[in-house]
């Protein structure tokens, strides 16, 4: 475990038990509570079975009439065995914060310090502003680890607001990124968003120095000195009786091979609720990723289009499934969902069926354990 870890994971046992009650905060304990089982039907067959807690305290102190101090701060234990048809059994498990950050805020600003998720965009299953997290729309816990670094916002009167942030650099690639990120100063971007009719447009920037040291990063490649990288995105989403929205990123950098330096990302996408039943939702999206050697020259391209439904049957079932499929290669992916909620327990019952090979969320963290056809078996408790 890095020094960092230990050191922020200290931080939360004693915040933990430091008597608050005596300088009058307010403190909240919960936590969540999940194991997951995966049975792969594969040759070999494969079997995965896991157990996550994430506890997590939250704290709030009124400073003034007008300005709020508050702070979060959580940790992810997990451990695993699995299981592969011929081979031994084999464990694997880890301790590392989750979330750590404090905050500044007022009515319409704030300044968020520490470790944090920033996520935003108008897109749902395939994102191209996934820059800083690597949530999968698979997963319904939506987990995804944070980024170091610091958060400004500030909203206008007028619902306009603006986002701005420095990062701490990172060996281990976030969101999109195939490349850790080094060199002497830390990233900065920021993001505009303003009111557009019956719904919003928002334009965003981010800089970053892709580092020299690749041991993390998930394509081989030889670095002599850091390169520069630059973000640009576009969205935008509407209400005209069904949603739609778009999601668009150009990233320019320096990197040694040519086909990689300029990548363009593209979705566009729209939702309805059909009056049928407890309502019928239907989700629609096409993405479409090029990259080349110039701005406007592309060596490679892939085409994805997403669709899912989600159906209430009642209370306490629901059913939903996913289908995406590569105009590229011509593969599917198709993943169906059956969700039972009981007050703070939740258990969720997920079949997939797969390409083999798995070359969707590549970053996500479990794509290889949903390649093939299989089941998973997932119990949620929040307390």
Same mark, same amino acid.
């Given at each position: 475990?890095?020094?960092?870890?230990?050191?922020?994971?200290?931080?939360?046992?004693?915040?933990?038990?430091?008597?608050?009650?005596?300088?009058?905060?307010?403190?909240?304990?919960?936590?969540?509570?999940?194991g997951t089982h995966v049975s792969r039907f594969a040759d070999p067959w494969l079997m995965v079975?896991?157990?996550?807690?994430?506890?997590?305290?939250?704290?709030?102190?009124p400073l003034n009439e007008t300005l709020k101090f508050d702070g979060e701060a959580s940790v992810?234990?997990?451990?695993?065995?699995?299981?592969?048809?011929?081979?031994?059994?084999?464990?694997?498990?880890?301790?590392?914060?989750?979330?750590?950050?404090?905050?500044?805020?007022?009515?319409?600003?704030?300044?968020?310090?520490?470790?944090?998720?920033?996520?935003?965009?108008?897109?749902?299953?395939?994102?191209?502003?996934?820059?800083?997290?690597?949530?999968?729309?698979?997963?319904?816990?939506?987990?995804?680890?944070?980024?170091?670094?610091?958060? $400004?916002?500030?909203?206008?009167?007028?619902?306009?607001?603006?986002?701005?942030? $420095?990062?701490?650099?990172?060996?281990?690639?976030?969101?999109?990124e195939m490349l850790g990120s080094g060199g002497m100063f830390p990233e900065a971007g920021g993001?505009?968003?303003?009111?557009?009719?019956?719904?919003?447009?928002?334009?965003?920037?981010?800089?970053?120095?892709?580092?020299? *040291?690749?041991?993390?990063?998930?394509?081989?490649?030889?670095?002599?000195?850091?390169?520069? !990288?630059?973000?640009?995105?576009? *969205?935008?989403?509407?209400?005209?009786?069904?949603?739609?929205?778009?999601?668009?990123?150009?990233?320019?950098?320096?990197?040694?091979?040519?086909?990689?330096?300029?990548?363009?990302?593209?979705?566009?996408?729209?939702?309805?609720?059909?009056?049928?039943?407890?309502?019928?939702?239907?989700? $629609? !999206?096409?993405?479409?990723?090029?990259?080349?050697?110039?701005?406007?020259?592309?060596?490679?391209?892939?085409?994805?289009?997403?669709?899912?439904?989600?159906?209430?049957?009642?209370?306490?079932?629901?059913?939903?499934?996913?289908?995406?499929?590569?105009?590229?290669?011509?593969?599917?992916?198709?993943?169906?969902?059956?969700?039972?909620?009981? !007050?703070?327990?939740?258990?969720?019952?997920?079949?997939?069926?797969?390409?083999?090979?798995? *070359?969707?969320?590549?970053?996500?963290?479990?794509?290889?354990?949903?390649? $093939?056809?299989?089941?998973?078996?997932?119990?949620?408790?929040?307390?």
């Open positions: 475990m890095k020094r960092r870890s230990k050191v922020l994971i200290l931080i939360f046992l004693l915040t933990a038990i430091h008597p608050w009650h005596t300088v009058g905060q307010k403190l909240e304990f919960s936590g969540q509570v999940s079975t896991g157990l996550r807690y994430i506890p997590m305290l939250k704290g709030s102190v992810n234990a997990f451990g695993y065995m699995n299981w592969e048809q011929g081979q031994k059994v084999g464990f694997e498990g880890d301790l590392k914060p989750y979330r750590i950050w404090a905050r500044i805020s007022a009515e319409r600003f704030e300044v968020r310090l520490g470790l944090q998720k920033i996520n935003f965009g108008s897109a749902v299953m395939l994102r191209p502003l996934m820059w800083f997290d690597k949530m999968d729309p698979r997963d319904p816990l939506q987990l995804t680890d944070g980024v170091y670094g610091a958060l $400004g916002r500030y909203y206008f009167r007028n619902n306009a607001n603006i986002w701005v942030w $420095g990062l701490l650099r990172s060996k281990t690639p976030k969101g999109w993001r505009l968003q303003m009111p557009a009719g019956k719904g919003e447009i928002a334009l965003s920037g981010h800089y970053r120095m892709i580092g020299t *040291d690749q041991s993390k990063g998930y394509i081989p490649i030889t670095i002599e000195e850091p390169l520069p !990288e630059m973000r640009l995105g576009l *969205d935008g989403k509407w209400d005209i009786g069904p949603g739609i929205w778009f999601e668009g990123t150009y990233t320019w950098s320096k990197l040694p091979v040519e086909e990689l330096r300029h990548t363009r990302m593209l979705t566009v996408g729209a939702d309805y609720t059909f009056g049928l039943g407890n309502g019928l939702t239907m989700m $629609g !999206e096409q993405f479409i990723y090029q990259s080349g050697p110039e701005m406007l020259k592309s060596t490679k391209s892939v085409t994805f289009t997403a669709t899912s439904l989600t159906y209430p049957i009642n209370l306490t079932h629901s059913l939903s499934a996913m289908v995406f499929y590569n105009w590229t290669s011509g593969d599917w992916y198709r993943f169906i969902n059956w969700r039972i909620s009981l !007050e703070n327990i939740s258990f969720y019952l997920i079949g997939f069926w797969n390409p083999g090979q798995f *070359d969707l969320f590549l970053n996500s963290g479990n794509s290889n354990l949903m390649a $093939g056809n299989g089941v998973q078996l997932m119990f949620v408790w929040n307390h």
